[in-house]
């Protein structure tokens, strides 16, 4: 069973940038890729991104494309999301969720997720 465990969330201005880290603990296959999705008020999650472990792809939705970046760290077992260019809108909670299924978890269809972190808060304001 994989364990995903974010940090680095907070308060930023509009505009501005954050990194998100997401720790993970348990076994993951080369083909195991970690998501990103945040849960804004009001609406349903929403996928923000992916990467394989073994780091040779990403995807990424059009909504984010050019502004959110997704890299691994294999030596520390983390995955990290660089925000750039955020707006309010984007406030919301960000968590990060394991997939097993390789290209098809680019989709990002929740129930192909089966393993998540707590979450973390982005506050986007001035």
């Known amino acids: 069973q994989v364990q995903l465990l974010e940090s680095g969330g907070g308060l930023v201005q509009p505009g501005g940038s954050l990194r998100l880290s997401c720790l993970i603990s348990g076994r993951t296959a080369s083909n195991h890729v970690t998501g990103w999705f945040r849960q804004v008020p009001e609406k349903e999650r929403e996928f923000v991104g992916g990467i394989m472990f073994s780091g040779t792809a990403t995807g990424y939705p059009g909504s984010v494309k050019g502004r959110f970046t997704i890299s691994i760290d294999n030596a520390k077992n983390t995955v990290y999301l660089q925000m750039n260019s955020l707006n309010p809108e984007e406030t919301g909670v960000y968590y990060c969720?394991?997939?097993?299924?390789?290209?098809?978890?680019?989709?990002?269809?929740?129930?192909?997720?089966?393993?998540w972190g707590q979450g973390t808060q982005v506050t986007v304001r001035s």
């Open positions: 969720a394991g997939c097993s299924s390789g290209y098809k978890c680019f989709a990002g269809q929740t129930d192909m997720y089966d393993s």
